[in-house]
């Protein structure tokens, strides 16, 4: 894979986490602390645990 090609894949997978992190804050709960905030916005982003494993496009561990 070459510089260009691999380049062009990152930006097209984080296209959608981007939509998705936009879309999160839009409904975020503005009395949590930033701290809350930011891990509800984790957990959401992240998906359940129990499809964690099942998920294709993460690498398993």
């Known amino acids: 894979m070459s510089?260009?090609?691999s380049t062009a894949a990152k930006t097209q997978?984080?296209?959608p986490r981007e939509l998705a992190s936009n879309?999160?804050?839009k409904v975020t709960d503005p009395r949590a602390s930033?701290?809350?905030q930011a891990s509800?916005?984790?957990k959401l982003i992240k998906g359940p645990e129990e499809l964690q494993k099942v998920r294709r496009?993460?690498?398993r561990k």
């Open 34 to 36: 930033p701290d809350d």
């Open 3 to 5: 510089a260009k090609t």
């Open 13 to 15: 997978s984080s296209a």
């Open 40 to 42: 509800r916005k984790r």
């Open 23 to 25: 879309a999160i804050d």
């Open 57 to 59: 496009d993460r690498n």
